[in-house]
């Protein structure tokens, strides 16, 4: 008796499960598919709010992908929610537990201030697919004042379309029982449709005092670094011209 009881609760997680991998797989947004670049790992989940392509050897995501609108920007403040394990990644995420006392934060790669339209859109940034292990001086300086420079050029410009992940390539530490890989880069490139502009930033995992531009590189340098196609889906000559530049005057700094 007590072992059918048990097999029919393992036969509902295990079709509970399923359901969530698979919704997971479902496309949520024409415009973020549009975009979206090219998977190393072949795993892509798509969340409400952002897409994503989970690295099971590096437990994290090689890259996030949202469109932050300027629609998007709010002052509206959510109660932090504790992080959980994005059940929707087929392989299993990696849990919020191998942070626990590594000297390491819970970096958010989609930031949380870029979802505060709806609870859900906020609450989907605090999966564990979302965030890679970043330390504290680098996670609350440079890398928010960039976080915080993308919000501007998104109201500026009416909305922009973000790439963001760590560089999981080379020797890297790892915490936690599942072996996170703490990256020694992280990136974040941008596209402005309605300007026809591109910027990509490569950032050294510590913080700096050097002002953003001076992080600027060109898409196809990121491209070479990470094995990734930014935006295969853009037409061949436009996607040369503006992957290969690393011009950043087009775009107006904070």
Avoid: C
Wanted: charged share 25%; proline share 4%.
């Amino acid at each position: 008796m007590v072992l059918g009881v048990y097999g029919y609760e393992h036969y509902l997680k295990v079709q509970e499960s399923s359901i969530i991998v698979k919704e997971g797989e479902r496309i949520k947004s024409k415009s973020r598919v549009y975009y979206l670049p090219t998977s190393t790992s072949g795993q892509i989940v798509h969340h409400q709010g952002y897409s994503l392509s989970y690295s099971e050897p590096h437990e994290q995501a090689e890259w996030v992908a949202y469109e932050l609108k300027k629609s998007h920007l709010s002052s509206s403040k959510f109660d932090r929610p504790y992080f959980e394990i994005d059940r929707a990644v087929k392989t299993g995420a990696a849990s919020w537990r191998n942070y626990k006392n590594s000297g390491y934060d819970r970096g958010h790669l989609v930031p949380a201030g870029d979802k505060n339209y709806s609870r859900k859109a906020h609450d989907e940034t605090f999966l564990t697919s979302n965030i890679s292990p970043q330390v504290h001086d680098f996670n609350s300086g440079i890398w928010n004042d960039l976080e915080q420079q993308v919000r501007g050029w998104a109201k500026r410009y009416d909305g922009v379309f973000v790439v963001t992940g760590g560089v999981l390539k080379g020797d890297m530490e790892t915490i936690g029982n599942e072996r996170v890989a703490v990256p020694n880069q992280f990136y974040k490139v941008l596209y402005d449709e309605k300007h026809e502009k591109m910027i990509a930033f490569l950032m050294p995992h510590r913080d700096s005092n050097e002002p953003l531009y001076k992080f600027v590189v060109s898409v196809d340098s990121v491209e070479v670094l990470t094995g990734i196609d930014f935006f295969p889906a853009l037409e061949d000559s436009l996607e040369d011209r503006l992957e290969a530049s690393a011009d950043y005057k087009g775009w107006k700094f904070n």
